[in-house]
């Protein structure tokens, strides 16, 4: 009998096929002595150990490449800490093997992730696929992972680590169920850096039985199981109808009257600007800088190697618009080198512009190095602050920047409540405003957007997330600026036209993206998306929200 779940769809398309389940974790190893001289050893086997499975994930990375390179690069290094290191030596050192010593300074370090706040509680997941691997690697066993098959199947899994989903093979994973993570969690972006149609957050998942026939729905995030002919055909007659708009589909972004509403690519470094290309990407609305200091967290990388990254990106959009956020460091992507070891809450502490502020020859640097990429190339910089709160962060950082002689644009990311309700304020001290709605989010509900279990309040159709998202565009407009969306609420194409009809004068997504939502734009006029903006904000739930906008912009 057909039953119908759902989950929240995070990368578009539909895929039918058999289920498959992930392999399971590596089992607790045996709580055993070994003898004193053992010792060193065995704190060699860890070591060694800890090196291949770094060397391994660094190896997918570059196989991946784009996004899913800098995602599993943090990972190897969270894989070497050396403080982890010192408490699985020190463990060996009273008796423990080496694999229960990996396990059980994992175990710790996992205790605190998850007390140490919600926001980094989100990175247990890619702390127990690390220690799975060295665990594996120590005992002789196979590595959990992807099921071996000849045969395309659904992949379900409680929840996927950046190094399974980076290596995807799209040609026999037809695409993926999770019971936990979130629309912004790795695997969620990692999965439409792929193409793959994905469903998070759906309980019950792990109880669909291997070898059962599902339906999944990226976009609407429903899972049919044992779907019936009629209902394979209409989804299957649905994704070829969404296929041909987006071949039909080619040029700027705009509505079906000729609203234009540039469409801009979300990249993580050079890797990632040859999708963005291939995607038709109007520039760059979100240029993740961080990703290049994750490379070593004891030191800055220096200016040179700063401005190499930098102009790879710039030189790939001539006459285009390239965003570029400064260093993000802080909460769960921490620096040593930067950020404070002994906050109570890393989300709500020193963050984003607060941490450049205390440590201005890093920004100083970041802004020197931006100048000198951009030297001699006809792109239009525009360089923005994240994580700022109120206007004299606003000003602080736009003073940074022509002390540092940048000749950009400068702009602030609203992903503070403070910031969209005083955003008239902001901008009488930058030019533009971008919309990082994950955090945003994140912030407005107190709704970490890596946890599965508050995935609700995490969805950017909430109506008081776009209520936040009108305020900023209409504080924009009356000042004559812009105010584009950057968070991955621009990828979902109903909601980008909801956006255009709230004010929003840009979108930026990951590329794979930009087909649908430059098809669903080009489908409805500026009015209508302005009145399914109104029907969404009159609502009061995400539900009703979507569904509102959906039977505006459907004429029902």
Not at 269 to 292: H, K, N, Q, S
Request: with cysteine.
């Amino acid at each position: 009998m057909e039953q119908t779940l759902r989950g929240v769809g995070v990368s578009h398309g539909v895929a039918i096929g058999e289920v498959r389940h992930m392999g399971t974790a590596v089992l607790e190893p045996p709580a055993k002595q070994i003898p004193a001289q053992d010792a060193e050893r065995e704190q060699g086997r860890a070591r060694q150990a800890v090196e291949a499975v770094a060397a391994d994930l660094i190896a997918r990375g570059n196989l991946a490449g784009g996004e899913a390179q800098h995602v599993l690069e943090a990972q190897a290094m969270m894989a070497q800490d050396p403080e982890l290191m010192a408490d699985v030596e020190r463990r060996v050192a009273v008796g423990s093997t080496a694999e229960r010593a990996v396990y059980d300074a994992f175990a710790a370090y996992r205790a605190l992730l998850a007390g140490a706040g919600e926001y980094l509680a989100g990175r247990v997941a890619d702390l127990d696929d690390v220690r799975n691997r060295i665990v594996a690697r120590l005992l002789g066993v196979p590595m959990p992972g992807v099921p071996d098959s000849d045969e395309p199947y659904v992949l379900i899994a409680r929840d996927l680590a950046p190094a399974d989903t980076a290596l995807l093979d799209p040609g026999l994973v037809l695409g993926f169920v999770t019971e936990e993570g979130g629309p912004t969690s790795h695997s969620a972006i990692l999965a439409r850096a792929l193409g793959v149609p994905a469903v998070v957050a759906l309980p019950g998942a792990g109880e669909i039985a291997e070898g059962t026939v599902i339906a999944v729905d990226g976009s609407t995030g429903e899972v049919f199981i044992e779907p019936d002919a009629d209902k394979q055909a209409a989804l299957e007659l649905a994704a070829a109808e969404r296929k041909a708009a987006l071949a039909a589909s080619s040029g700027p972004g705009a509505t079906s009257d000729g609203h234009k509403v540039p469409l801009l690519a979300n990249v993580g470094g050079p890797g990632d600007v040859a999708a963005a290309v291939e995607a038709g990407a109007e520039g760059v609305g979100l240029f993740r800088t961080e990703f290049l200091f994750l490379d070593d967290s004891k030191k800055a990388p220096s200016e040179d190697k700063q401005v190499e990254a930098y102009r790879k990106v710039l030189e790939a959009f001539p006459e285009g618009r390239v965003v570029v956020r400064v260093l993000d460091a802080g909460a769960d992507k921490p620096l040593d080198f930067l950020t404070p070891a002994d906050e109570p809450n890393p989300a709500l502490g020193v963050r984003g512009l607060r941490t450049l502020l205390d440590h201005p020859d890093v920004l100083r640097t970041q802004l020197a190095a931006l100048a000198r990429a951009a030297e001699g190339l006809p792109v239009y910089l525009e360089v923005m602050a994240p994580m700022v709160a109120d206007r004299i962060d606003a000003r602080a950082f736009a003073d940074a920047c022509r002390e540092a002689g940048l000749q950009a644009k400068f702009g602030a990311m609203v992903e503070i409540p403070s910031a969209a309700l005083r955003a008239r304020s902001i901008l009488q001290e930058v030019e533009f405003l971008s919309l990082g709605t994950n955090d945003l989010a994140q912030y407005t509900f107190a709704a970490d957007r890596q946890v599965g279990a508050v995935s609700r309040l995490q969805d950017p159709w909430q109506p008081a997330l776009l209520d936040l998202v009108a305020a900023s565009a209409e504080a924009a407009k009356a000042e004559g600026k812009s105010c584009g969306v950057c968070g991955e609420a621009a990828s979902d194409p109903l909601l980008a036209c909801v956006l255009t009809g709230l004010g929003v004068t840009s979108l930026s997504m990951g590329a794979a993206s930009i087909p649908y939502v430059r098809a669903t734009l080009a489908k409805h006029t500026l009015a209508q998306c302005e009145r399914a903006a109104a029907a969404a904000r009159a609502a009061d739930t995400a539900d009703d929200a979507r569904a509102a906008a959906q039977a505006v912009l459907s004429g029902e």
